[in-house]
């Protein structure tokens, strides 16, 4: 006798009565007497790419006030493999002057993200973002998100194949209802003979085919790699292809499964996990591949509790050979056993480097993907002006920066002046470390901030430098990434030294993740402040400048010399 079934969440009743993702937003939108949205449609509105947020400097003086919250929109834009033409990042620039707050932010998973959006004016930026042929939709929500890609292999010709593949997958994925472009482009509403959460046929409009009316039960994210670069972070994905090439020719994938970062403090049930290698599929597998993983999630993943709800969980819950049985029983095949990789690093390549088709490509950085206008680097205007006569794409990197891709050999001397004239330069001067730095975005936007993040790691560095330098190591790289919360939207868990907020101005600290991605760090400091922070790194950088193995890296000697004992995951995948 079983007992009482658990509930739902309340997420999944809002997808249901939602209607594939109408919900009452036009009435929302067309609603005067209040900046927000209503409560279902803060829901609804992220697989139309926004969030509802408000800007937290503000939250105690609204407050003061009796005034509403200062309500804002944060709007994301997907660019499937990070690539994204000129004219699309021109477009994005205007619009974040005209109607949000002057800046554009790059994400850690290549996308972009605009601030500051009142309500009044969302319907013009999706528009103008999807005038610019990019689009918002599924850029968050319960749906697959934005697909990564390595934005540069040295391999011009593969990368060009195993984008294609990422950009195959991501249309593939791309929810089919039609209510984004009837409220956001006036489209009509288009007819269809569709299953319905109540299989009430009257109100039949739309069918997702994939999806189901109540979509996934959780965010669903992918990427692909091309060893020995491992920029996007392979292992941190629900599901990951690593490219494989024999002979100088694609061969096919590596398929990795169950990857994630986001964790609750206090909640051991909670957990950063890297995703197992389960097998190898060809390059004409990978829809059926990518369409099977999502509808195990679809039909497994835990929808009574969104914590647990990562297909990560539930590949813990049900093991690895449940996985293979679902899995064939859905495509009809078996995956070949998966080959051997290696990846050497998980960061960023700067400056210029040439591809095998003779083009060449300048890799640029941007603190913490924030493009703006600041005195002495006026990098929003310089890389608008280097977009105005770019012939190839901008590129953006899994870890907020840009790539001026496609530059013929005549060009390279124009394009050098504009980035010398606008501080776009900083590559070139600034310590390892720094150009291995990464925090989300945190507050005053974010509202699941604990602590500051982008606007405090920058400072932090600026000591860890000096640090550093007082043991002769300013030249060694270092990953660091830092996040205002949990949830690891910086990845940080897969940081030689991660930086995870508990309250303003504390922080705990995870060292000894490896230098190439492929092992997580460890809790080593809870609760700790900037002094402490300190003295820590002290200590450690004199030992490993002391007594390190050659070229080893800070996170593999911290693990090879028993600093660091322990992981909730400290498997090293992949070589
Ligand atoms: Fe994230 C929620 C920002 C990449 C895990 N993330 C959020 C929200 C939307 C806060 C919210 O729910 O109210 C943040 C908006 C802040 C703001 O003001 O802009 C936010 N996440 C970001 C970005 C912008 C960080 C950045 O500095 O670049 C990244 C946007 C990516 C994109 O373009 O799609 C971003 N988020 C990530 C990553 C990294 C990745 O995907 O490679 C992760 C960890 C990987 C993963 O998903 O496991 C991540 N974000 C989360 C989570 C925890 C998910 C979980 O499974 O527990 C949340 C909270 C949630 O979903 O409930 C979250
Ligand atoms: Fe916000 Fe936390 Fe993500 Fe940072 S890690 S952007 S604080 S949800």
């Known amino acids: 006798m079983g007992g009482a079934k658990p509930a ?7 997808k249901a009565r939602s209607n594939y993702l109408r919900g009452t937003l036009l009435q929302s939108l067309a609603d005067s007497a209040t900046g927000a949205l209503a409560e279902d449609d803060t829901h609804v509105s992220k697989f139309h790419g926004f969030y509802q947020q408000d800007n937290r400097d503000h939250r105690e003086e609204r407050r003061r006030q009796m005034l509403e919250p200062d309500h804002q929109f944060m709007i994301r834009a997907r660019v499937p493999g990070g690539i994204c033409t000129p004219r699309q990042w021109l477009a994005l620039d205007a619009i974040a002057q005209q109607w949000a707050n002057g800046t554009i932010r790059l994400t850690t998973r290549q996308a972009f993200q605009l601030h500051g959006v009142i309500k009044g004016n969302l319907k013009s930026t999706i528009r103008g973002i999807n005038d610019s042929l990019l689009d918002t939709i599924a850029a968050c929500g319960d749906v697959n998100r934005n697909v990564m890609c390595t934005p540069l292999p040295e391999a011009s010709a593969i990368h060009r194949q195993v984008c294609a593949d990422a950009q195959a997958v991501s ?13 956001w482009l006036d489209k009509e509403r288009v007819g269809g003979t569709a299953e319905t959460p109540s299989a009430n046929k009257k109100e039949v409009s739309d069918h997702e085919p994939i999806y189901g009316p109540t979509y996934l039960p959780r965010k669903f ?16 994905h629900d599901l990951s292809f690593i490219a494989i090439i024999e002979n100088n020719v694609l061969a096919g994938y590596n398929v990795a499964v169950g990857g994630g970062m986001g964790a609750t403090h206090g909640d051991p049930a909670t957990y950063p996990r890297l995703a197992d290698t389960i097998g190898f599929c060809t390059r004409e597998q990978v829809l059926a591949v990518t369409e099977a993983i999502v509808t195990i999630q679809r039909d497994f993943g835990d929808r009574t509790s969104r914590k647990h709800a990562r297909l990560k969980y539930t590949l813990d819950d049900n093991g690895l050979d449940w996985l293979h049985t679902q899995f064939e029983a859905r495509v009809g095949f078996r995956l070949a056993a998966h080959k051997p990789f290696e990846f050497t690093h998980n960061g960023d390549r700067f400056g210029w480097q040439q591809t095998s088709d003779g083009l060449w490509h300048l890799g640029l950085f941007i603190e913490n993907g924030r493009v703006a206008d600041r005195a ?3 990098q929003l205007t310089g890389l608008r002006e280097i977009a105005r006569i770019l012939k190839g794409e901008l590129r953006l990197t899994p870890n907020q920066n840009v790539v001026i891709s496609g530059v013929a050999a005549k060009d390279r001397a124009v394009i050098d002046e504009l980035v010398q004239a606008h501080g776009l330069d900083s590559w070139d001067r600034i310590s390892p470390l720094r150009l291995h730095s990464m925090a989300c975005v945190g507050f005053p936007t974010c509202g699941l901030s604990m602590a500051e993040s982008e606007r405090y790691l920058p ?3 600026g000591r860890i430098e000096s640090l550093l330098e007082e043991h002769g190591m300013q030249e060694q790289a270092i990953t660091i990434r830092m996040t205002g919360c949990p949830n690891g939207c910086a990845r940080p868990y897969l940081a030689e030294i991660g930086l995870v907020g508990k309250a303003p101005g504390l922080y705990n600290l995870y060292l000894g993740a490896a230098f190439n991605g492929t092992r997580l760090n460890s809790l080593y400091r809870e609760s700790v402040q900037e002094a402490d922070i300190l003295q820590v790194l002290d200590g450690l950088f004199a030992l490993f400048a002391m007594s390190r193995n050659g070229a080893e890296a800070f996170g593999n000697f911290l693990h090879r010399t028993g600093v660091i004992k322990s992981s909730s995951d400290q498997r090293e995948i992949g070589q």
Do not use: C, Q
């Open 221 to 236: 994210k992918m990427s692909f790699a091309i060893p020995p670069r491992n920029d996007v972070d392979v292992f941190a």
């Open 171 to 183: 249309r593939h994925l791309t929810p089919h209802t039609t209510a984004y472009h009837e409220i």
């Open 8 to 14: 739902l969440t309340p997420v999944e009743g809002v």
């Open 459 to 461: 400072e932090l560095v």
């Open 376 to 378: 002495g680097a006026t």
